[in-house]
């Protein structure tokens, strides 16, 4: 691909690389490293206020337990900072400590500030965030020098084993080996159950796409660290899938899920008008009507990350993800092209949040912003198209003015269109971590360094 010339000189992809090194090195990690933790029962705060004051009542959530342990993990191999895995250890020790199911396997959904289980039930969503962590701490560890070398303190594979523990788990009890995809919830002991909601602002539904498209991103990140064990010269990993230890084996596995899960989205939860359903019952039979620009252009570059790892393979993984990136790749690009044209506000550049039921929601949410960001360079670089790069320019410039807090650190939950951000939002916790921010940082840094 050679991409098109630029109209500004001043707006490449390198110097939107300086800009997202010094936003995540200079606002979002420190912003986090300082406010975010619970110096007494550990974890993390569920609510940090406006002030930067975290709420010692709030439960906490295994899904924000998660995305910082994600966080710091690929930030400490991004950055090449070891010193970050000492960030990535806090969060790992609160998820392993507070979090797992001894009796039944798997993640509680949340805990008690104190530790003790509060939600037991397994909501997919945060199973699929807890293997993601897993499987990017494990890499982070096997990355670094100290690991390479013999000490292995932390072991890599502790986390590994986890991660794939939780992968038998999941492949078990929660996809559906008829109609394909993954179920939204379970209980306790991963039986059917009733209670499904993800959220407040959620319905009850069999399936969604937003427990799909996580899943498949935590299996994209296992079958990338289950990779760099087997160019470690790992053969074999402590864990098992369904009896077998080879890392071979269990990449063909985990291969074999993820590149269902890509045709899953593709067929039942991509629509002809390149928006993603949102609810779904067993069936993939779609319920309500509202369309998610975050979540289309999020959709977009993470399902191209799914077919180049897996054509980045070998074997049968490899042939795979050679046919989908033949037959899906037009249609990823109709989501990054739909989200640009309807999704983004040509005026400013920002991406407003949804339609549902005829009514526009234009308010610009922090983590749309970070995946607008993200997707609209990877349609870039699937492309050379020169608007799909100008709107990645375009989101940058709306966070860097409006979306980004310069005085409070890290970034506004919530921002109108006239740039006025929304005080009474929280600033972090259950549903607001580095992890949108940062992974925007660490992929447009990550995308001008191969060029």
């Known amino acids: 691909m050679t991409a098109k010339a630029i109209s500004d000189p001043g707006q490449t992809p390198e110097t939107l690389a300086e800009a997202a090194r010094a936003e995540l090195t200079g606002n979002i990690l420190p912003y986090w490293q300082k406010y975010s933790r619970d110096p007494v029962n550990g974890g993390y705060w569920g609510r940090i206020g406006g002030d930067n004051v975290g709420d010692g009542a709030e439960p906490r959530s295994v899904v924000m337990t998660a995305r910082h342990l994600w966080t710091y993990s690929a930030a400490s191999v991004c950055l090449s900072d070891p010193s970050l895995l000492d960030a990535a250890r806090w969060a790992y020790d609160a998820l392993v400590g ?58 890599p594979t502790e986390p590994l084993r986890r991660a794939l523990d939780l992968f038998c788990l999941l492949e078990l009890h929660a996809r559906d080996p008829i109609a394909g995809g993954y179920v939204e919830a379970r209980g306790r002991d991963w039986a059917p159950t009733e209670d499904l909601k993800l959220s407040d602002k959620d319905i009850d539904c069999e399936k969604s796409m937003n427990t799909n498209l996580h ?30 230890t080879s890392v071979s084996a269990i990449l063909e596995r985990v291969g074999e899920a993820l590149a269902a899960l890509v045709d899953v989205t593709m067929e039942r939860i991509l629509g002809p008008d390149f928006h993603l359903d949102l609810y779904f019952d067993r069936k993939w039979n779609a319920v309500g009507d509202p369309v998610s620009y975050g979540h289309d252009i999020e959709a977009s570059w993470l399902l191209w990350e799914a077919v180049e790892e897996l054509k980045s393979g070998e074997g049968a993984g490899a042939k795979e993800g050679r046919r989908l990136a033949d037959t899906r790749r037009e249609g990823i690009i109709g989501i990054a092209r739909t989200a640009l044209a309807e999704g983004v506000d040509p005026s400013t550049g920002a991406l407003e949040n949804e339609t549902h039921e005829g009514r526009r929601d234009r308010t610009r949410i922090w983590w749309c912003q970070a995946e ?80």
Not at 431 to 442: D, G
């Open 98 to 155: 507070q979090f797992l199911d001894a009796d039944y396997g798997g993640v509680y959904w949340s805990v008690a500030p104190n530790g003790l289980p509060a939600v037991t039930k397994k909501q997919v969503y945060g199973e699929a965030f807890t293997l993601y962590g897993l499987a990017e701490y494990a890499a982070a560890l096997l990355r670094h020098e100290e690991c390479r070398e013999g000490a292995l303190r932390p072991d």
């Open 215 to 244: 899943v498949m991103e935590s299996l994209t990140a296992l079958h990338r660290t289950l990779g760099a064990f087997s160019s470690a010269g790992f053969k074999t990993v402590p864990g098992t899938v369904a009896g077998v």
């Open 372 to 451: 607008a960001l993200v997707g609209f360079y990877n349609a870039w670089e699937m492309t050379g198209e020169l608007p799909f790069l100008e709107a990645a320019h375009a989101a940058w410039r709306w966070i860097d003015r409006f979306q980004a807090d310069r005085i409070g650190g890290d970034w506004f939950w919530a921002v109108d269109p006239d740039g006025n951000p929304d005080l009474t939002e929280p600033k972090g916790g259950n549903w607001k971590t580095p992890y949108h921010n940062a992974r925007a940082c660490m992929e447009i840094m990550r995308r001008a360094r191969s060029r």
